[in-house]
DNA sequence: GCCCTGTAATACCCGGTAGGTATCACTGAG
DNA sequence: CTCAGTGATACCTACCGGGTATTACAGGGC
């Protein structure tokens, strides 16, 4: 009568997601018809209606989006509860439990840093295995929450804090990389506005949940497609200060007076209070 | 094969604080012998041993140990996104979900605050209605965890503010409550080493997660208790100086110089995102 | 006007499994 | 050695989650 089923979570997020009983029924694997009765048996359990079922297809409720959101953070924490319980049973071994975190890390992003960091503890008397995930720009969080991985770099303000613990390591500001034979490229410095509209260098575009923001700029999803168009002279990047580690002869690194700074932090789920993780921490922290 | 079910979850983590399947499955309403099955079907689809089964009750695993934490946070957010979709379900007339807050406070903290905030919420244009929970200390985390709450008063240290979203409203120094006629009562101010070990008036216990701290003072879980009992002469309070609005005759405040602050915090879920809760914050931080 | 298409809901059936009862197996206390 | 108390096993039943076939309904094209 009160609990929700993480079953009945699945079905209703898949439902919300696709708009569509038939495609999210698809997507679970099983008919249509169960999938309906399942929806109708947890709005009568829940005593709301979620769904608006227009002639059409289907839309949410307030209520349903309401639970669109809560119900894909209980999810993701039930299958974090599963993934890291997996993980600490098998490192089950007598004697003390062989702790191993997983540290997601955006791909090439902070690097010099990470060096230092996993030199530093793994110098430490009794430091656990560190297994490096790398991955796109944004992913930590989802990571982190349903428990891919255990602790991550993240960058304010390109990544969320919100939710997380989490500690300050480096501060920087960021650069302007640029073909290195276009005009821009003989400044000392620039600013923000110069960069932003220069016609024959539009900005490049990351995919951003899964779709690209509009512009005029090249799609692109990895540091080494960006680094590419801009040796081909056709963007220019705002990026923080520790890349010029992966420049490229035909780029020109130019410091920028107005961008934000980029602050990196050493983040993880507020709960977590594992002593390999605090290990880390503690040495993170100390750099 | 892969995703665990909330009634798993439930089951195992009642097993898990009660440490013996008869009173786990009393308290599910169920009886033992299916408990056990259940449990031995999780520990072979997780392919993980949780309990060591002693022939005197039981004891967790290390793997046993993160489930249970993990399991526990996942069953809040389940009962969270029932809770708050039910909540937003019943106010969905037409022309506007009607929205409402519960805002979680502890019982006489901060109450000047509190007023002021209601008072300045109230006469928003487009204000909530905003339903006060009064709680114990440290409630207030896990109302926002399962959904019986969706955005509190907290006042660090006393209150984690890990995982939670928050700003910050106000910082008061602390004093120390004494009986009038003690002898301290006559000082000008007073420091931590003053109050913390003076024989006639060993500090108060607070119970902490369900149980009392060991230690010579009386044990307490209510001001009004400890009201009585600094009055009576027989033990002293260090407060946050807001606290000052219910002395009694009977007791003096002395400042204390090298106590920590006190920052009173308004906090909330950090995925929430409704446009009420967001309207409360803002008028909060204009105070 | 008609039919045809695509949608969700209903009717009905079947099998897996959650849960109950009775019992066993083991171990420590007296 | 027995007995009390624990969790595990055996077996049965009933519910319900899921499948297939079909209905109900709303638009769009002709």
């Known amino acids: 009568m ?43 359990r829940l005593g709301v209606s979620l769904l608006e079922r227009n002639r059409r297809g289907v839309s949410l ?7 669109l959101h809560e119900g894909r ?39 010099e840093l990470l060096h230092k960091l ?7 008397p009794d430091a656990a ?14 990571l982190l929450r349903d428990g891919r991985a255990d602790v991550a770099l993240m960058q304010a303000p390109f990544n969320s804090l919100a939710g997380f613990d989490s500690e300050e390591l480096l501060t920087e500001g960021q650069i302007a990389i640029l073909p290195a034979r276009h005009p821009l490229a003989a400044r ?6 110069d960069v932003s509209d220069v016609p024959d260098l539009p900005l490049a575009r990351w995919p951003c949940h899964g779709t690209y923001p ?28 520790s890349a010029r580690a992966w420049l490229w002869t035909e780029h020109t690194a130019v410091p920028l007076t107005d961008a934000p700074p980029v602050v990196t932090h050493i983040a993880w789920p507020a709960h977590s209070h594992s002593l390999a993780l605090a290990g880390l921490v503690r040495t993170a922290a100390q750099l």
Request: hydrophobic share 40%; proline share 6%; glycine share 10%.
């Open 129 to 142: 295995e560190i297994e490096v995930l790398p991955c796109g720009i944004g992913e930590q969080e989802g």
């Open 2 to 44: 009160d609990t929700l089923e993480t079953r009945e979570l699945r079905y209703f997020v898949a439902v919300a997601e696709e708009l569509h009983f038939g495609r999210a029924a698809e997507r679970l694997g099983m008919a249509q018809p169960p999938l309906s009765r399942a929806i109708q048996q947890l709005e009568r």
């Open 118 to 124: 996993l030199d530093a503890y793994a110098a430490e």
């Open 214 to 241: 509009p512009g005029p700029g090249p799609e692109i999803h990895d540091q080494t497609q960006l680094a590419q168009l801009i040796a081909l002279g056709r963007t220019v990047a705002v990026i923080p200060d």
């Open 61 to 67: 409720t307030s209520a349903g989006e309401v639970l």
């Open 73 to 111: 953070a209980a999810l993701d924490a039930t299958t974090a509860a599963a993934r890291r319980t997996r993980r600490a049973g098998g490192a089950d071994s007598p004697g003390g439990p062989r702790n191993r975190l997983v540290l997601a890390v955006k791909a090439a992003g902070s690097h």
């Open 188 to 193: 000392k410095t620039l600013s923000l506005a």
